[in-house]
Each structure stands twice: as structure tokens, then as C-alpha cells.
């Protein structure tokens, strides 16, 4: 059956008229659209057929001129559906068969045509087109801090392994997001996940969705349809003046630890951006003062943040490399407490809790909370309410208000 319309434009067709009809109706092509770009030498999808062994043909599209896959960056004329077909039908039952895989490749034909014209070439990715979520969330997590591998291991767990991106539905979000709501911690399996740490692996899982939905290997973006865990207020523990001097005082069995500790509480940093600090991000401002460039690991915010000459200190002698090199995030646990512990303090302090006292400790001294924001990197000044209830103006006036002597 031959399809005119147009002089340039002619579709032979092998299969029955209705499919046909059935399938240009449901792609809404442009026969217009169509007719120029063929003018303009666009590439042209051909069904092919390729004789196999066993009596069977191997359905595969061609195209000329080949299209570039956008992940390779490499020229492709050929792509193979995964389609077979009887090279000898030998009953009814197999021509049927036959019609009906051809005019399900036919149909694909049609749409990659469409996709060549519109210049959208994701589907010669076929990374994409095996649509593993585990891989893509776990190659999102190697870019990202500590906690979204967490996250990765709770979903790992949750959908014991394996999941395809076709499986990533509002309701299986939704099961996941109850799962968090009830879970074990993956390390102390005795303690149950806290719910504003599931609020915060939510928040994080939501996130891989956005970038999959982005990268379109997702049709619709789930997170239209999910509703995030509300965190609770708690009281975030922080160290006073005195329990700081005290706590520098008090010797520690491992002093990577205790200089790093004292760096966080004189500069609010995270653990994730200590343990990544590089003696190139160590700078020195237009005011001679030290000075700490860096893009964090949480936020993905550049920051340029002024520090002060004792926490320059703490660094050690200048070299190259990572500034504390032989701190691990393991010491935060139990070696930290035992210090804590050691030093008379009878509160529960976890590392975070040194930028507690960073932010807690600046607002007492009088510095606004504007600047303390900016000092801690936040991207909104109202996550930085929860310290006080104030307003700023100036940077460099911080680094000097905390003080271990």
C-alpha cells in the first residue's frame, strides 16, 4: 500500500492498511514538517531485515545519514529492535505472528523517524534504553556527600536490589517513603531511623528522581505526586564558651581528630567539607586575613568564607594535598565521644553539633544573623533562624568573636 500526499513523501508499507491508519494517527506526524526536512537531507529510518540462523530474520533500523549517540559521541547507522520474525511462515499461526512483530517495529520506525526530526537522540543511549535505576542512583551517589549513599542503601534494601526504571512509579515512591517512616538504622540495626532522617533521605531520593526525570529516562516527574516527610523541631545541642575552652584543654588520643573538631567549632564547616578541605582552597583575602574557597559538599554552594588566625592554626604545617589527612569519618564516632566524655561534658555531641556551636556561639557575641548565614553557607536565611532572630551585615567581624584561649 503506498501512502502520497506530497512528492517527496512515500511510506511502502507491508503490513494491513489498518495498522497503518492506526499508527500515523497516534503519532501525529507533520507531513509538512516531514516534507522539508527531506529537502534538507534529514536521516532517513529504514526497516531492515537480516537473515539469522534457525529459519529466523532479525528486525533492525537503519539510518542514513547516521545519527551521533549522545553518550558515545560515536556515528551509528544501525540499531537492532530485538525483534524476530519466521523467515518461512509455516501456518497461520506464524504469519500472524509476523505481522503483528512487524508492524510493532514499523510503529518504532515511525517514532524514531519522528525523534530524528524533532533532533531528540536519547534512545540511541543504550544505557538508557536498559533502564537500570540502581546503576543511575548509584552513579548519582559517587558525585554526591556520604548521606545520599545512605539513601541508596535504604532503596538498595527496599527494593532488595534490583529496579528498573519502568518500575519507578508514585506508588512504589510512596511504599519507599513508609518504608524510611519504619526503618532500621543500616549500621545500629537496633535503632530505628529518625524521622527527620528520613525526612532528609526523602528529600534526597526525591532528588534523584528530579535528575532521572531531567535526563529523561522518567516520562513524568513523580515528584509531582509525593508529599515530602515534614521534619520536627528539635533541640540541637551546642557546646557554651567555658565547655569549649575546656573541651581544647582536654587532651585526645587521636589530635587529627581534636584539630578538626576545633576547626568546625571556630568555623561552622561540616565534616563533609573537612574531610575534603585541600590546602588549595587555604587562600589569603584582600585583607591579608586566611581565607577558605571552596564549593560544599552538601549544597553544592561556592563560598568564599574568611577565617580566623587560630583556625589556621589548626591546620598544621602547609602542604599539598587534603588538610587533615588522616582524619576519618569513623573517628566521629566513638573516638569522639570518648574525647567528649574525657573532657567533663555531659551532653550528647556529635561532630555536627560543633557547627551548632559555631552558629550558637556567634549570635551570642552579637554577629547578625544574616552573615551567619552566609558563614554557614546556608542557601536561605530561614534555616538559620533556628539560631536566633536577627539580622546582619559583615563577614570578616566573625572570626574572631569565638575563641579556644
Excluded at 511502502?12 to 492498511?17: A, E, G, L
Aim: net charge positive; proline share 3%.
Amino acid at each position: 500500500m503506498l501512502f502520497t500526499g506530497y512528492p517527496m513523501v512515500n511510506f511502502k508499507i507491508t503490513t494491513s492498511p489498518e495498522i497503518h491508519l492506526f499508527i500515523l494517527l497516534n503519532l501525529n506526524i507533520n507531513f509538512n514538517t516531514l516534507y522539508i526536512m527531506r529537502q534538507q537531507t534529514c536521516t532517513t529510518v529504514t526497516l531492515r531485515q537480516r537473515p539469522i540462523r534457525n529459519g529466523r530474520i532479525s528486525l533492525y533500523l537503519d539510518y542514513y545519514p547516521a545519527v551521533r549517540n549522545p553518550k558515545t559521541m560515536k556515528l551509528s547507522r544501525r540499531e537492532y529492535l530485538g525483534f524476530y520474525i519466521y523467515a518461512t511462515p509455516k501456518n497461520a499461526i506464524e504469519l500472524d505472528y509476523n505481522n503483528e512483530i512487524l508492524a510493532k517495529a514499523e510503529l518504532i520506525r515511525c517514532r524514531r523517524q519522528e525523534a530524528v526530526i524533532n533532533e531528540e537522540f536519547g534512545f540511541m543511549d543504550r544505557h538508557k534504553m536498559r533502564a537500570d535505576f540502581m546503576a543511575y542512583f548509584k552513579e548519582v551517589c559517587r558525585k554526591k556527600d556520604h548521606k545520599w549513599h545512605i539513601v541508596y542503601l535504604h532503596f538498595e534494601k527496599f527494593v532488595n536490589g534490583k529496579c528498573m526504571f519502568g518500575e519507578i512509579t508514585v506508588d512504589l515512591c510512596n511504599r519507599f517513603r513508609d518504608y524510611l517512616l519504619h526503618a532500621r538504622q543500616l549500621k545500629h540495626t537496633d535503632k530505628m531511623v529518625s524521622r527527620n532522617s528520613a525526612a532528609s533521605y526523602f528529600s534526597l531520593f526525591r532528588g534523584v528522581l528530579k535528575l532521572a526525570y531531567r535526563d529523561k529516562y522518567l516520562r513524568e516527574n513523580p515528584n509531582d505526586f509525593l508529599e515530602k516527610i515534614e521534619s520536627r523541631d528539635i533541640h540541637k545541642e551546642f557546646l557554651t564558651q567555658d565547655e569549649l575552652k575546656t573541651l581544647a584543654s582536654t587532651p585526645c588520643d587521636i589530635p587529627v581528630l581534636r584539630n578538626a573538631s576545633l576547626f568546625s567549632c571556630l568555623t561552622g564547616l561540616r565534616i563533609s567539607d573537612i574531610l575534603n578541605l585541600k590546602w588549595e582552597n587555604l587562600c589569603t583575602a584582600p585583607d591579608l586575613g586566611h581565607c577558605i574557597r571552596l564549593r560544599t559538599q552538601k549544597t553544592q554552594t561556592e563560598a568564599l568564607l574568611p577565617i580566623s588566625y587560630e583556625a589556621y592554626a589548626l591546620c598544621g604545617e602547609p602542604g599539598t594535598g587534603k588538610v587533615f589527612k588522616e582524619l576519618r569519618r569513623c573517628m566521629t564516632g566513638y573516638p569522639l565521644k570518648a574525647w567528649i566524655k574525657k573532657a567533663g561534658i555531659q551532653k550528647h555531641i556529635t561532630f555536627h553539633c560543633f557547627r551548632h556551636t559555631y552558629a550558637t556561639l556567634q549570635i551570642a557575641a552579637g554577629t547578625d544573623i544574616f552573615t551567619v548565614s552566609k558563614m554557614l553557607t546556608h542557601k536561605n536565611v530561614a534555616t538559620t533562624q533556628i539560631y536566633a532572630e536577627l539580622v546582619s551585615e559583615k563577614k570578616r567581624e566573625t572570626v574572631d568573636k569565638i575563641s579556644l584561649k
